[in-house]
């Protein structure tokens, strides 16, 4: 093992004892990383307003104009989306060579440099240019901060915790609704470069605290560095170091990732990347299986349209025609997904993955087809239109207390280690991917003078969350309350609509050591045999 540390004590075969109790100080750790979303959050959240302000529409479009061409608004918004995929997978080999936690703070870096050229920008190249730097920052965050939180988090918490980043990632929303609605009617470059220059707070706020956290333990131990593997963990469950509880996790740990490294051995780096696409397709414990589910999960999680009412929302309610305030609108939206996702912490733990995502995937599948049949048949209402604001925001709180934190949990937990840097980044660039295309066609569906879908536009959605509905019953696993070495097992036993009552009834480790006393056992018959037979020869 590097770093000469010695392989740590042999751990129990007690299935409970996996890990140690959650302390206040081990909660408060996962809760700070999880601020990793409000940046995430507020990037995406600050373009919907500042891209209907009067001021910023003609430093685009120049002075006659009075709203941006459909080309410019699928360029600006679209482009963050292209930096993120590309940063994203970026992260898993960094995350693999240099940390989960340095990794982070080399996007806040990145994104911070971002930021500075959107804020400095006075036309469409510079804040363009800006909005891809500033992706590969968010690249690297939104990818790695859910691998850190899912590695550290215990177990009884860990569905709360990441759905903690979803949290921030609403409260970056509505952060950045409050400074659009603020600054909207400022007739200077203010009105833009206020809500722009705000996020580099948020990177500095993360990047300064995670100085004070500790790495990754299950980094080190595929490093085989086990003693800063012992010292991280020991830090991150606020135990002694010699504690029982952190030598037994930590037994469990290195087993399980021994018993992985035994089927397919790492290799080099091509080998480590064609390693994520083994096995076959119809094993649920396979990595190409679970590769294929995080992937399509994240995709899944964009099919749900969410993004078209925080991307395009203001200049959609402005499209209704009705709605008098629409920056007012945005923000009310904005507000149902923060209040909404809490719920999730209590909900992921107690009802589980599986259930939330089966039928929060149905309950926005209705809300959404209401709000396409109204607007088909009385767009021009204004009754009919508070009615189909009423039931997107009912479709939002659909959308936080299930899909939203629920998609991130999932590929945190269902990845195995030797592939749970690159998994976890594909699955964050697929959702990046997704929220490209998006962003990129959204605009040719909806407006005036292109598809002019209007709110017809929620069929389309409706009719995704249908296919998330049946995806999630057929393929979604239930992961919760088991250790991230627990799932590894459950995949291998059970399939998605098994999942929910399998139950843990051995560890990787005391399953090593009954392995390794088996083969002693052998060597020392068959040893035993040699002799007795070289005594008969004299």
Excluded at 97 to 124: H, P
């Amino acid at each position: 093992m590097a770093g000469g540390a010695v392989v740590p004590p042999s751990g129990g075969g007690d299935v409970n004892r996996v890990e140690a109790p959650v302390t206040i100080k081990a909660y408060m750790m996962c809760i700070f990383a999880a601020f990793g979303g409000i940046f995430f959050g507020y990037d995406s959240g600050y373009i919907s307003g500042v891209m209907g302000m009067d001021y910023f529409i003609k430093v685009i479009e120049g002075p006659d104009a009075t709203s941006l061409t459909s080309s410019n608004k699928s360029l600006i918004t679209s482009i963050l989306s292209a930096g993120t995929f590309t940063g994203a997978l970026f992260a898993g080999d960094l995350a693999d060579w240099i940390g989960r936690r340095t990794t982070v703070i080399l996007g806040c870096g990145v994104f911070i440099i971002g930021v500075a050229l959107q804020t400095a920008s006075a036309g469409l190249a510079l804040i363009v240019a800006g909005r891809l730097v500033a992706g590969f920052g968010v690249g690297f965050v939104s990818a790695v901060i859910i691998l850190y939180m899912s590695e550290i988090a215990p177990r009884k918490v860990r569905g709360a915790v990441v759905s903690g980043y979803q949290f921030c990632v609403c409260v970056g929303l509505l952060l950045a609704s409050c400074v659009d609605y603020a600054t909207q009617d400022r007739q200077d470059s203010s009105s833009y470069r206020i809500p722009i220059g705000l996020q580099m707070l948020w990177a500095i706020i993360l990047a300064s605290g995670l100085f004070f956290l500790p790495e990754s333990p299950r980094y080190y131990v595929k490093k085989g560095d086990l003693e800063k593997a012992a010292i991280c963990l020991a830090r991150a469950r606020d135990q002694p170091r010699d504690s029982a509880y952190i030598t037994d996790e930590l037994a469990e740990i290195v087993a399980n990732h021994e018993h992985e490294m035994s089927i397919i051995p790492e290799g080099n780096y091509f080998t480590a990347w064609a390693n994520c696409f083994r096995g076959s397709i119809w094993k649920p414990s396979s990595n190409i299986r679970r590769v294929i589910l995080g992937t399509s999960m994240q995709m899944m999680q964009q099919w749900t349209g969410v993004n078209f009412v925080f991307y395009f929302g203001t200049t959609f309610f402005q499209q209704l025609g009705t709605i008098e305030n629409p920056f007012l609108i945005s923000l009310i939206t904005t507000l149902v997904n923060v209040c909404s996702t809490p719920i999730s912490f209590w909900s992921m733990e107690r009802l589980g993955r599986r259930a939330l995502l089966i039928w929060g995937a149905l309950g926005m599948a209705l809300c959404q087809f209401i709000v396409a049949i109204i607007g088909t048949v009385k767009s021009d209402n204004a009754d009919a239109v508070k009615v189909m604001i009423a039931f997107i925001c009912i479709y939002i709180f659909f959308f936080a207390t299930t899909w939203g934190p629920g998609a991130w949990v999932v590929i945190g937990e269902v990845f195995s280690l030797p592939i749970r840097a690159k998994g976890v980044a594909m699955s964050t660039a697929s959702n990046w991917l997704w929220n490209c295309i998006i962003a990129v066609i959204t605009p040719y569906m909806v407006d005036p003078d292109k598809g002019n879908l209007g709110p017809k536009v929620f069929y389309i959605w409706g009719g995704l969350c249908t296919i998330c509905f049946v995806y999630a019953y057929l393929l979604i696993p239930e992961t919760k309350g088991l250790t991230l070495e627990q799932v590894d097992t459950m995949l291998e036993e059970t399939t998605a609509r098994t999942s929910a009552k399998w139950v843990p009834h051995s560890t990787f480790a005391s399953d090593r050591d009954r392995a390794d006393k088996q083969q002693a056992a052998r060597t020392g018959h068959h040893e035993t045999k040699l002799a007795s037979a070289s005594s008969e020869s004299v």
